[in-house]
């Protein structure tokens, strides 16, 4: 048996259409456009949700090392392992140098932030980071000068540089405007 093609419409229409009043079909309108908005502003605040926590999910990763001393300890001490020729200078107690500590903080710093860098990140470090600054370090003019591999500081105490206070109108604010 086959229908005829009114039997399936889906779009009946009604045999006459009401009048429609202006004002109801104006706020009618209203209505939607307001709907909307807030349709907007809730998927705006849920896609606002969603990188919020997305922000937080994507924790800070944690230091490899949590401390200087376990940096030089348990990695550039092995790591850097070679002799020291007798030009060169190295001081067990190393901690006792404020350079060294700088330097030594710098490295592991860099160390810290490259290590998580795919490809060159440990390249770089040991290029650009590790030789530069243990050279200067092993130097035997570097901030270990006076120690031994066995002795801090055998032939006395480095001075800090020498240091002039600058005049005062020097370092004016009004002079760098």
């Given at each position: 048996?086959?229908l005829?093609?009114?039997?399936?419409?889906?779009?009946?229409?009604?045999?006459?259409?009401?009048?429609?009043?202006?004002?109801?079909?104006?706020?009618?309108?209203?209505?939607?456009?307001?709907?909307?908005?807030?349709?907007?502003?809730?998927?705006?605040?849920?896609?606002?949700d969603?990188?919020?926590?997305?922000?937080?999910a994507?924790?800070?990763?944690r230091?490899?090392f949590e401390k200087?001393?376990?940096?030089?300890?348990?990695?550039?001490?092995?790591?850097?392992?070679?002799?020291?020729p007798?030009?060169?200078?190295?001081?067990?107690?190393?901690?006792?140098?404020?350079?060294?500590?700088?330097?030594?903080?710098?490295l592991?710093?860099?160390?810290?932030?490259?290590?998580?860098?795919?490809?060159?990140?440990?390249?770089l470090?040991?290029?650009d980071?590790?030789?530069?600054?243990?050279?200067?370090?092993l130097?035997?003019?570097?901030?270990f000068k006076?120690?031994?591999?066995?002795?801090?500081?055998?032939n006395?105490?480095l001075?800090?540089?020498?240091?002039?206070?600058?005049?005062?109108?020097l370092?004016?604010?009004?002079?760098?405007?």
């Open positions: 048996m086959t005829p093609d009114t039997e399936w419409d889906d779009d009946p229409q009604p045999a006459t259409a009401a009048p429609v009043d202006p004002a109801m079909l104006a706020a009618a309108r209203q209505a939607l456009r307001e709907l909307q908005a807030e349709q907007l502003e809730d998927e705006a605040a849920a896609a606002g969603a990188l919020e926590a997305e922000a937080s994507a924790v800070e990763p230091l490899y200087l001393p376990d940096f030089v300890d348990q990695f550039l001490t092995k790591a850097y392992s070679r002799d020291i007798a030009k060169a200078t190295w001081c067990t107690q190393w901690w006792k140098h404020p350079e060294a500590v700088l330097r030594l903080s710098a592991w710093r860099a160390w810290e932030a490259l290590r998580l860098e795919p490809g060159t990140g440990m390249s470090w040991w290029r980071h590790a030789d530069p600054h243990m050279a200067r370090l130097d035997t003019n570097g901030p006076g120690c031994t591999r066995d002795q801090h500081q055998q006395g105490k001075e800090p540089l020498p240091w002039d206070t600058p005049p005062p109108e370092y004016d604010p009004l002079t760098y405007s």
